[in-house]
């Protein structure tokens, strides 16, 4: 079994005495208890481990008072609470936690952003630092695999994904059958479970149909009537999806709103194996029509990854005219715009367009193709 070393292990490990709530938020199967068991190897002190699905747990912390928690904690300096969104008024218990306790950090993990910071946003303001946990990012793969290992890797990443058990299957039959679970039995059990949701199987077909307009403009009125549910239903089930980070948006960019397309929208995957267990295709890219969608969800969603980790903040965009040119991503910081264009292939030269070009003069291009991707997600 390969053991892959987190990339935010080390900024963990490094927050462990800031008398803060570090937040840890991931779909389910991300690896995030498996993250606080390394935690807790590495940890010297004493602490305290609790599960947020345990009712035991559930009963002790409802009882909300100083002198409870420091019955529960004692002189321990580090709690551990894994899926602390099943927690009832989870943010007021932290904060409580963490105010009365000057030398107590608390590791809380949530497989969703749905409950955990709507309850606890508020309350941990300026006392919680948030972490994303992401499927593996190249830039973790990277340090178990060599350069030739990594091309290699390539197709079957486009396909199959890089969640952490997906690694470390054997055959492709082993691998879909384990996204197929994966997407029946766990990602979605947070959303269909939470309040408001009646109905799974529209859930469904809506991942579906955005599953086969990856890269393509989102309209939620067309959605909405091929579900038979209003835009604002439709908008409402795609925000929700974000929060358990199985989406993601990429909204359009424009400062002309006169050439510029502004309103529109476009969502991806976090991940491409749930794609494609989605579509139920896990088919070689070669038998595929689909290949530079692959291509375009996977760069995006490696882009993400590496930013977030090395600490990058970036507004991602895309940008369309009404001429019908287009810039697969934009990511503005401190003004600068940077472009990019994904070839698969890079069959000739690929250039901005001319009216974005002349509209954004200081705007750096790069296309990104199968022979320099690397750099792009890992640098």
């Known amino acids: 079994m390969k053991i892959i070393k987190r990339y935010i292990e080390s900024t963990m490990l490094n927050l462990l005495t800031s008398n803060k709530v570090i937040l840890v938020l991931g779909t ?23 599960n947020g699905e345990d009712f035991d747990v559930q009963a002790i912390l409802k009882n909300r008072s100083i002198s409870n928690y420091h019955r529960l904690i004692g002189d321990c300096k580090l709690l551990f609470l894994d899926e602390a969104q099943a927690i009832y008024d989870v943010g007021m218990c932290l904060k409580l936690m963490i105010d009365s306790n000057p030398e107590l950090t608390i590791i809380a993990t949530g497989s969703s952003s749905l409950d955990l910071m709507n309850k606890s946003g508020e309350p ?16 973790e793969l990277g340090s178990n695999e060599n350069l030739l290992e990594t091309r290699q890797n390539l197709e079957e990443r486009l396909v199959y994904g890089s969640y952490p058990e997906i690694i470390n299957l054997k055959t492709f039959a082993e691998k879909g059958a384990y ?22 199987d529209k859930i469904v077909s809506l991942l579906r149909l955005i599953a086969y307009q990856v890269g393509s403009e989102v309209s939620y009125h067309e959605l909405g009537t091929q579900l038979g549910m209003s835009r604002v239903t439709v ?8 929060k358990v980070f199985i989406l993601y948006k990429l909204p359009s960019y424009s400062t002309n709103q006169r050439k510029e397309v502004t309103k529109s929208c476009k969502w991806y995957f976090f991940d491409n194996g ?25 760069l995006i969603s490696e882009r993400i990854k590496r930013n977030h980790y090395l600490g990058e903040t970036k507004q991602i965009y895309f940008w ?42 200081e705007a750096s ?12 997600i890992t640098s």
């Open 28 to 50: 389910r199967r991300v690896g995030k208890t498996f993250l606080i068991s390394r935690i807790q190897k590495e940890y010297a002190g004493n602490y305290i481990s609790l």
């Open 124 to 139: 941990l303001t300026g006392r919680h630092y948030q972490i994303n946990l992401y499927p593996f990012a190249q830039l």
């Open 365 to 376: 291009f790069e296309c990104i193709h199968k022979d320099n991707y690397l750099d792009f």
């Open 274 to 298: 749930i794609r494609n267990a989605i579509i139920n295709d896990f088919r070689v890219t070669e038998l595929r029509n689909d290949k530079g969608t692959l291509w375009e969800n996977y």
């Open 179 to 200: 996204l197929q679970l994966l997407v029946q039995s766990y990602l979605l059990k947070d959303i269909i479970a939470y309040a408001g949701i009646k109905y799974s």
């Open 320 to 361: 369309r005219n009404y001429d019908k040119q287009e810039i697969d991503l934009i990511e503005l910081k401190d003004g600068h715009l940077s472009t990019f264009e994904f070839k698969y292939t890079l069959n000739k030269r690929v250039k901005l367009p001319n009216s974005f070009a002349t509209t954004y003069p």
């Open 235 to 242: 908008e409402n089930y795609l925000d929700l999806l974000s």
